[in-house]
């Protein structure tokens, strides 16, 4: 009975080595009888005058980034509410605040500080004195009526979510500033 296992054993292995000769040659007749056929060449894409195009060849050009002038300019024009002006005045960098003041208002440590110091200055306002400020500037307009002391509550909320003029830009362009009080 082993003689018989191996002996099927040796037909499936001969058999199998047949398979994978007719197999290769196959595979080199095929190659012989196509002869020098070269692929087909490739598509030549379009010269590119602009490196810096997104879909470069396309004439979809890329619309360059606003700049940071750009932006002031374009959100100074749509001011309306006192909490705007303060947010455009951070931004602009007008308004700077004496340390002593936000941390006395808002409660902030010398962690605070590192983070805010883009928008402190030892000769800035005071948050009274900036209060009283808009509210001589804007008495004839959008600030009408408004006490110092609600001009101060609103500079010290401004103040608690902003810590840079690139915080204030952000918070004033996406429109979070514009709430009418």
């Avoid at 054993?9 to 000769?21: D, F, L, M, Q």
């Avoid at 030549?44 to 700049?67: I, M, S």
């Avoid at 749509?78 to 409660?107: C, H, M, P």
């Avoid at 909320?157 to 979070?176: E, H, N, P, W, Y």
């Amino acid at each position: 009975m082993a003689t018989r296992h191996l002996s099927l054993v040796k037909a499936a292995r001969k058999e199998g080595e047949n398979s994978a000769r007719k197999r290769l040659l196959k595979n080199i007749t095929s190659i012989i009888r196509s002869g020098n056929k070269r692929k087909p060449a490739a598509k030549r894409r379009a010269r590119v005058d602009n490196p810096f195009e997104t879909r470069r060849g396309r004439g979809g050009g890329r619309k360059k980034k606003e700049t940071t002038e750009q932006r002031l300019k374009r959100l100074s024009n749509e001011i309306y509410a006192t909490r705007d002006q303060i947010l455009l005045g951070i931004a602009n960098g007008s308004f700077k605040f004496k340390w002593t003041s936000v941390a006395k208002e808002t409660g902030y440590g010398n962690g605070e500080r590192k983070k805010m110091l883009s928008i402190l200055d030892n000769k800035g306002y005071t948050v009274n004195q900036l209060a009283h400020k808009i509210r001589e500037e804007n008495e004839g307009s959008y600030g009408r009526g408004k006490s110092d002391d609600v001009i101060r509550d609103e500079i010290i909320d401004v103040l608690q979510t902003v810590s840079s003029r690139g915080d204030a830009l952000k918070q004033l362009d996406r429109g979070q500033g514009d709430t009418p009080f």
